[in-house]
């Protein structure tokens, strides 16, 4: 039993916080404490991350497979049942519909490991193309505007310590404040070194109260706000010409399309007026560096590529993008979202973010999988899409660290989709609304019990490691997953391509990605032991003096990774979101998260001192709208979809535009916020809009 101090991560947000974990003497529990050796956090954590250790009591997690029984309820069952049970469900699925009828679905917050076993076991074993994760719900159309205006996507070209020394920041749907609270300090720094904050939300948020300018467009229309910006540049001489000259291309067809968008034109649109626009554009141009960060407000749009293009457009135009502390980056949510993303549990993608379609690619990691390119299915749906077919075209679902039946949008439909299955298995810590639906479901051990590898918001690769040991009943997710590859390999001895030590899942890994645009190949355990953490890329080709690789903390400061090195514009123009307010809706519905529950509460509404801090939905309206409502604060209001009803206590606030309300997303039953939204999804990145969709409110009478 380990007695010493185990210096690891958080098993939460993207910023994966370092901190310290000492077991208890008897092994089975940890205490968080202060880890200043890590540079992002330096030793700070929010209330999550110190109550993390609470999931890991018995009390509150599984310890044992559970069965459905006749009767239908949930009953222990041996390992030996339960994997039994999944080979017997899946392999029936396979034979009577083929392999493209048993689905995958996996999470952002798996572990770089994880997610490349996932993607290889449904892609080797199963055979089956139909495989996605909830980080399309999360970072894809970022991911999309990123690679097509620079050609690669790592959430941030720099790292967080990038921000306090530049000029000035635009965070656009992003709040930090109550999302990934120790981040905060480096826009407090920011402004301590003469830099300026502006925040652009429809609600005055907690990093809204910090900004040197806040603006507060209607939810959805953020890509014409981009658009009456870049006019204003344009208009106003500020665009730098021999930058776009050298280092980009499409500058004159992005151009023609931000002339069409007047500075009028745009107060009209998004509510935002004329002078808070000419303001925002002298804070953003006149220092000699600045950067645009978005979050999860303009990236879930059913034109959420368009709006994040937009808004690099507002970069490159001003040349601050691959030049030092200037340049647009996304500030991604999930523990191990930028990981996850690379790996191969994305529909169209093979490790080292390779393109499924691609031959070169397919053919190199089917060597590096002992398999035949051919064998490798093509690519599948995304992941909403994936939902929505399930009962139908999709009759088995293994579903990995996901909670659908709460995150996913219109969620009353997609339980009733997985309420359709012939069979689900699904591999948690707790018992989540979603794992209450399976016929079996696999108890899993978690972060400080296993070791493994994130990838955090920076692009910065890290170890996480094993503290204490895991309950008897448990399995780690490299088991479960070796486990069935051997019982639906049958003779083909598949398991063997498995391996349960996630080091050596590592250094498959570390071939499979090596020479894509994310590799891997230069990382290993013991050097992310060494060196807190390694950037990627990292290829393994010798340094003539180190004999390693350094790791890439900055890129595109040379050039962009498009074949001819420069980045592209993208030309955009606006559009109004999927479903505008009418008559019968009148209302903007946007969602979002609370500082002390994270996504879908599965594992943090197990907590007390969270649950005490955040304890049930609420709907935020502005009094003007309560008023006309007749509904005061803490009384219930119901909020009505073309999707369903959501029903939860009334916060009042003049921190919100009167024309939105806003509700947070973690919990589940009659306050279920994604009971309203809407999947209408984005052409390219296929994200869906979580964040406008048209409702009414309804008081609600004892
Ligand atoms: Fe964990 Fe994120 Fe909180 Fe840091 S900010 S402690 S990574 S939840």
New binding site residues.
């Given amino acids: 039993m380990p007695d010493t101090v185990t210096p690891t991560?958080?098993?939460?947000?993207?910023?994966?916080?370092g901190?310290n974990l000492t077991p208890s003497p008897d092994g089975r529990a940890v205490e968080v404490s202060e880890r200043a050796d890590f540079p992002v956090?330096r030793g700070?954590?929010?209330?999550?991350?110190?109550t993390?250790p609470a999931v890991l009591s018995s009390g509150v997690r599984l310890t044992s497979p559970l069965v459905r029984s006749e009767g239908g309820a949930l009953v222990p069952a041996s390992w030996e049942e339960a994997l039994g049970r999944v080979a017997g469900g899946f392999g029936r699925t396979r034979a009577e519909y083929g392999a493209d009828a048993v689905g995958v679905f996996g999470g952002g917050g798996l572990t770089n490991e994880k997610a490349y076993s996932l993607g290889k076991f449904a892609r080797v074993v199963l055979g089956t193309s139909q495989i996605d994760y909830n980080g399309r719900f999360c970072m894809s159309s970022a991911a999309a505007a990123g690679g097509k205006a620079f050609g690669l996507d790592r959430g941030l070209p720099f790292p967080l310590e990038d921000i306090p020394r530049t000029g000035c920041v635009i965070l656009v749907g992003s709040n930090p404040a109550e999302?990934?609270?120790?981040?905060l300090r480096y826009f407090t720094e920011l402004r301590e070194n003469g830099g300026t904050l502006i925040v652009v939300d429809p609600r005055r948020t907690r990093t809204a109260e910090h900004a040197d300018l806040h603006l507060a467009p209607r939810p959805g229309t953020d890509l014409a706000l981009a658009l009456g910006l870049l006019h204003l540049i344009v208009a106003e001489g500020r665009t730098d010409e021999a930058y776009v000259r050298e280092r980009t291309a499409g500058w004159e067809e992005t151009r023609a399309a931000a002339m069409a968008h007047w500075p009028e034109y745009v107060e009209r649109i998004t509510g935002v007026s004329v002078p808070e626009l000419r303001e925002a554009v002298r804070l953003f141009c006149e220092p000699e560096a600045a950067m645009v960060l978005t979050a999860r407000g303009p990236e879930q749009q059913s034109k959420g590529t368009d709006t994040v293009g937009a808004w690099i457009n507002l970069c490159l135009a001003t040349g601050r993008a691959g030049r030092p502390l200037s340049g647009y980056g996304c500030l991604t949510g999930q523990?191990n979202g930028q990981g996850g993303r690379e790996h191969g549990q994305k529909a169209d993608q093979l490790p080292g973010y390779r393109k499924l379609t691609d031959p070169a690619a397919r053919a190199h990691v089917a060597e590096v999988w002992g398999v035949d390119p051919d064998s490798l299915p093509g690519p599948g749906r995304s992941a909403y899409e994936l939902l929505d077919a399930l009962g139908t075209d999709i009759r088995s679902l293994l579903l990995m660290g996901s909670n659908p039946v709460v995150s996913a949008p219109r969620a009353a439909h997609v339980e009733e989709r997985i309420r359709s299955l012939d069979f689900l298995a699904v591999c948690d810590v707790v018992l989540s609304e979603t794992a209450a639906l399976a016929d079996v479901v696999l108890p899993v051990t978690q972060w400080a019990e296993e070791t493994g590898t994130t990838t955090n918001l920076e692009g910065r690769v890290l170890l996480r490691r094993r503290a204490i040991t895991p309950p008897a009943g448990v399995r780690s997710d490299l088991e479960v997953v070796h486990e069935l590859a051997a019982r639906l390999g049958g003779e083909r001895n598949l398991e063997k391509g498995f391996p349960t030590d996630p080091e050596e899942v590592f250094e498959e890994l570390r071939r499979a990605s090596a020479g894509g645009p994310a590799d891997y190949s230069g990382i290993t355990y013991r050097r992310l032991a060494e060196e807190n953490g390694v950037f990627w890329p990292c290829p393994a080709s010798e340094d003539p003096g180190t004999g390693v690789h350094p790791g890439t903390p900055r890129l595109f400061l040379d050039r962009f990774a498009t074949g001819d090195g420069r980045a592209r514009f993208v030309p955009v123009a606006h559009r109004a979101i999927a479903e505008e307010p009418d008559d019968e809706y009148p209302v903007l519905l946007t969602t979002g998260r609370v500082v002390a529950q994270?996504q879908s509460g599965a594992q943090t509404r197990r907590v007390d001192e969270l649950n005490a801090a955040a304890p049930g939905p609420f709907v935020e309206l502005h009094p003007r709208l309560a008023e006309r409502l007749g509904a005061a604060e803490g009384e219930p209001v119901a909020v009505v979809s073309r999707r369903g009803r959501a029903v939860a206590p009334a916060r009042i606030t003049t921190a919100i535009r009167a024309d939105t309300v806003f509700m947070p997303f973690h919990w589940a039953g009659e306050g279920r916020a994604n009971t309203l939204t809407n999947p209408a999804l984005d052409p390219t990145s296929r994200m869906p809009e979580f964040k406008a969709c048209a409702v009414r409110l309804e008081a609600v009478r004892p």
């Fill in positions: 991560h958080c098993p939460y947000c993207a910023l994966q916080c901190m956090n700070a954590l929010c209330g999550k991350g110190r993390a999302t990934m609270p120790p981040s523990g994270y």
